[in-house]
């Protein structure tokens, strides 16, 4: 996927330059966004890789259902400063979406939802 154009509900912002993964895990938590070709004075943005809502495979591209605006004024990444969990919090605090780890800490085996 590095390379794909990212596509947002009202336009193209930028390609994937990289991925963020979690360690212990192993699973990729982050796409680096280059969104410096979509718009003048971009910047590189994290996107969480489970927001993403197709990948066209022959089309190169990865939609996510964010509008260019939200991207152009979600927070920087700055790849030589590492994630950490206060900079994970606001990246999802501001696009409003349920973080990975509250997810993690509510399902355990066994758990009924109701």
Request: a negative charge; proline letters at 4%.
């Amino acid at each position: 996927m590095k390379g794909y154009h990212v596509e947002t509900i009202d336009g193209t912002i930028g390609h994937v330059s990289g991925f963020i993964f979690d360690d212990e895990t192993g699973v990729i938590r982050y796409l680096t966004v280059d969104t410096r070709n979509g718009w003048p004075g971009g910047k590189e943005v994290l996107l969480a890789a489970e927001w993403i809502e197709l990948i066209d495979w022959f089309g190169s591209t990865v939609s996510k259902t964010l509008t260019r605006d939200a991207i152009k004024q979600s927070p920087g990444y700055d790849d030589t400063i590492p994630v950490t969990r206060d900079y994970e919090t606001a990246l999802h605090e501001f696009y409003g979406r349920e973080s990975y780890w509250s997810k993690q800490r509510t399902a355990f085996p066994g758990a009924i939802r109701t």
